[in-house]
């Protein structure tokens, strides 16, 4: 079935319910779709970051289509996009930009960086130094970069997705804390099943080019006024007191875990009600309950906590600490 045709900027209602919008963003999946087999979470993950202006981490063994993802989503968005490829020798300034000094005017001028778009595909994150890493910091939190004392705003919407490969692997840096926290998620991108693999050769055998996503068939199918209309109606989205009080319950709960030595923070438990309610207004209702807490629990907590190095012997993962935090934390009727 192929996609719904993409809504013209001028139908799109930026202060009503956001039916349009929605549209679009289905639309904008179903793109996605046609690049990459399966991985409906991680596509979901990436359309939540989008309406929640937060930044999105992938994670997973080399050729699992992590960057092929986050390219259909750039080909599938009106949007100016950039890609960084994180190596050892990468300098912060390759990232944010530079002062060059002009022999004609005997002045300096400020020379961008790739950061300076709307969606940065920071490619292999954690094959650069933390130093290169932190370089993104400013960026992600403030949406500006900070040149010579000078602040310069970045466009928006801005958004950062990286991808890395497991810390164990070869030739990788870990993120420090400060990075990981400003990811809004952190999407596990598993190998496919057999079915979903049989579908990625049969593709290939059919002619899909990865590095041309225009031949198979990608369009930009949604755009700034799509997304702001969208923000607009999650903003309106309702939580009760009782959905606020279960997602502040969760967070606290794995502050007092016997396997962690550093819990969710109060910045995780607000990341946790942001998402819930991206979800539920992509699941088109107008208020969240718990099962959108549920799922998006896992992402976007996962890597805000910290195991304990006598747990993480005994093979406990933050994700079996969560999901033991969800049973035993009472739901709210």
């Given at each position: ?41 991680a596509v979901t993950g990436l359309v939540v970051a989008l309406l929640c202006r937060g930044h999105v981490l992938l ?275």
């Open positions: 079935m192929s996609a719904p045709p993409p809504v013209p900027a001028e139908t799109t209602d930026p202060l009503g319910n956001g039916d349009t919008a929605r549209a679009s963003l289905d639309a904008l999946r179903s793109e996605i779709a046609k690049a990459v087999v399966g991985q409906d979470p994670e997973g063994v080399p050729g699992v289509a992590k960057t092929l993802l986050v390219r259909a989503l750039a080909a599938s968005l009106e949007l100016d996009t950039k890609r960084v490829q994180f190596t050892p020798d990468l300098m912060p300034s390759d990232v944010t930009g530079s002062l060059v000094y002009d022999a004609r005017t005997a002045e300096f001028s400020f020379q961008p960086g790739p950061v300076f778009t709307n969606l940065l595909l920071a490619d292999e994150i954690n094959r650069t130094p933390p130093k290169t890493q932190s370089s993104l910091l400013e960026a992600m939190e403030e949406r500006q970069v900070t040149v010579d004392g000078t602040p310069r705003q970045l466009p928006d919407p801005f958004l950062v997705a990286a991808t890395q490969n497991p810390v164990e692997y070869e030739g990788t840096y870990p993120l420090p804390e400060a990075q990981l926290d400003r990811f809004l998620l952190k999407l596990t991108v598993p190998l496919p099943s057999r079915e979903e693999e049989i579908n990625v050769l049969t593709r290939h055998s059919e002619g899909f080019n990865p590095r041309d996503l225009r031949s198979a068939g990608i369009r930009p199918v949604a755009g700034p006024s799509d997304l702001e209309a969208a923000r607009h109606a999650v903003a309106r989205t309702k939580v009760s007191p009782e959905i606020a009080g279960y997602v502040v319950d969760i967070c606290r709960a794995t502050r007092e875990s016997p396997s962690l030595s550093l819990g969710v923070s109060p910045r995780g438990a607000t990341a946790l009600l942001s998402t819930a309610r991206a979800w539920a207004w992509l699941t088109g209702r107008d208020y969240v309950i718990p099962d959108d807490v549920k799922a998006l629990a896992l992402p976007t907590l996962r890597h805000r906590i910290q195991l304990r190095p006598e747990a993480e012997m005994e093979g406990v993962t933050p994700d079996s600490v969560i999901t033991a935090v969800l049973a035993h934390v009472p739901v709210p009727r």
